[in-house]
């Protein structure tokens, strides 16, 4: 380990944690902090937006505001968050890392947890401990951040699937594997070698390429049913991907079926 690496945490500070239940239907407007935050969300949803972006986190997320980050927060009445919140000072704090992530493994739960009630103990080494402990919660959060679900493809193709018929947006995508929309499409690009968006359009095509094979719905049908605005936007889509328009492969299925 070189010596940069062994001070990554050095400057590592708590300023305040405790546990937080927000009040329903709570907005709070774009403001930023001289210092970094992290919540992580125990129960409901709590929806913040970031760079005109909006965001929303659940039960098991992980939100960090690195310093002078603008933001804003706004809970939805029907289910207002619960989180363990704490205020810190970390003089390296790398510069990329993503708005959230999530606890799979439940460390994170299990270190916040040792940092708050130790936090507001006035046993021996207290501070000394939560600086410790501060510095695991970071550690996971980066090694979190840079080691993406196994199942993280997987999980996009069955979304993509469960709402083929329906406009799917990058936001949408990147909440369903609970990442931050930028981290996601590097993220994603660096996996399969193309991006979410061209995965969708893929998959889209895919599943027209097969019900025009095996069924005898109307094409402009088949458009609607997985995705596209029109006819003519399928078989954009399907010279694109697979040089070839729906009525050609039509006409190859008929001939098949005449032979």
Request: proline share 6%; charged share 25%.
């Amino acid at each position: 380990m070189s010596k940069s690496n062994k001070n990554f945490f050095f400057g590592v500070r708590p300023l305040l944690c405790w546990y937080w239940k927000s009040p329903a239907a709570r907005i709070t407007e774009h403001h930023c902090h001289w210092h970094s935050e992290l919540l992580l969300l125990t129960r409901g949803t709590y929806e913040y937006e970031v760079k005109k972006s909006k965001y929303a986190a659940h039960t098991g997320d992980c939100v960090l505001y690195t310093p002078r980050l603008a933001h804003s927060e706004e809970n939805p009445p029907e289910d207002p968050p619960e989180f363990y919140h704490i205020k810190f000072v970390w003089s390296h704090i790398p510069r990329k890392l993503p708005l959230q992530v999530h606890d799979r493994d439940g460390r994170l739960k299990l270190f916040v947890s040792w940092l708050h009630d130790r936090y507001w103990s006035d046993m021996q080494f207290s501070y000394e401990y939560c600086c410790g402990c501060l510095a695991a919660i970071l550690g996971e959060f980066m090694r979190l951040s840079t080691n993406p679900e196994p199942n993280l493809v997987k999980a996009t193709h069955a979304f993509v699937l469960k709402h083929i018929s329906q406009p799917i947006t990058l936001s949408q995508m990147a909440e369903n594997v609970h990442l931050n929309k930028y981290y996601f499409v590097r993220l994603y690009k660096s996996l399969t070698g193309i991006s979410p968006m061209q995965e969708v359009r893929r998959i889209r095509v895919a599943h027209a390429r097969n019900l025009i094979m095996t069924s005898s719905m109307p094409l402009k049908a088949i458009a609607a049913e997985v995705g596209f605005s029109s006819e003519s936007a399928l078989s954009h889509a399907m010279r694109k991907y697979d040089h070839i328009n729906p009525m050609q492969l039509r006409s190859k299925k008929t001939r098949k079926g005449e032979k």
